[in-house]
Structures are given as structure tokens and as C-alpha cells.
């Protein structure tokens, strides 16, 4: 289970190179940036709905359709879930308020 998240990384990677008729992936980065963003938003939506009115079981499953799609975005961009790992333990040690006052220097 420790490695779900970078063994599903290493499958969206190889999708790049799929036939966008056999992966639904595939397509995804053949429609390009403006889809997957399309699809990272109504998952949030969809994860919204379920934590207000669902329930547990159907957060969970709407979360990791979001967290899925997040990472087919980061993989069209080429960004590493190490980097983003990497800015999240930057953060360690920081309070949220600090954080956020430092974005807007």
C-alpha cells in the first residue's frame, strides 16, 4: 500500500505513450489541460456533495477518483509526486497563517 500512489505514477507515465481510444488516460492528455482540470473539478465538486450528504464510503471512493485525477495533471505537466512531497515537508514546521503570508511577497 506504501507505494499505491507512486506505483499508479509510473502506470500514468507509461499512458502518455497509449492510444487514446484503448486508455481513458490517454485521452485525457490528448484533450489536453483544459479536460483534466475540467475532471479535477467535478470530482472536488463530486467530493463535496458526498462529505455533505453521502457519507463516509462515498468521500473515500470520491476522493480517490479526485486524488486520481490530480495525479493524471501532475503527470501531464511533469511534475513528480517527489516534488510535491518535497514542498509539503518544506512546509513542516510552519504554521498555516505563515505559510500563506509568505505567497503574497
Do not use: C, P
Not at 3 to 11: D, P, S
Amino acid at each position: 500500500m506504501d507505494n499505491m500512489l507512486l506505483t499508479l505514477e509510473k502506470i500514468l507515465e507509461e499512458r502518455k505513450s497509449s492510444s487514446a481510444d484503448k486508455s481513458y488516460v490517454s485521452s485525457l492528455y490528448h484533450e489536453g489541460t483544459n479536460k483534466i482540470l475540467e475532471k479535477i473539478s467535478e470530482e472536488s465538486d463530486e467530493v463535496i456533495k458526498a462529505a455533505k450528504e453521502e457519507g463516509r464510503e462515498e468521500v473515500i471512493h470520491e476522493v480517490a477518483d479526485l486524488w486520481f485525477h490530480l495525479l493524471v495533471l501532475l503527470r501531464h505537466e511533469n511534475i513528480s509526486l517527489e516534488e510535491v512531497e518535497l514542498e509539503l515537508a518544506a512546509r513542516f514546521g510552519i504554521s498555516g497563517h505563515q505559510e500563506k503570508a509568505s505567497r503574497n511577497k
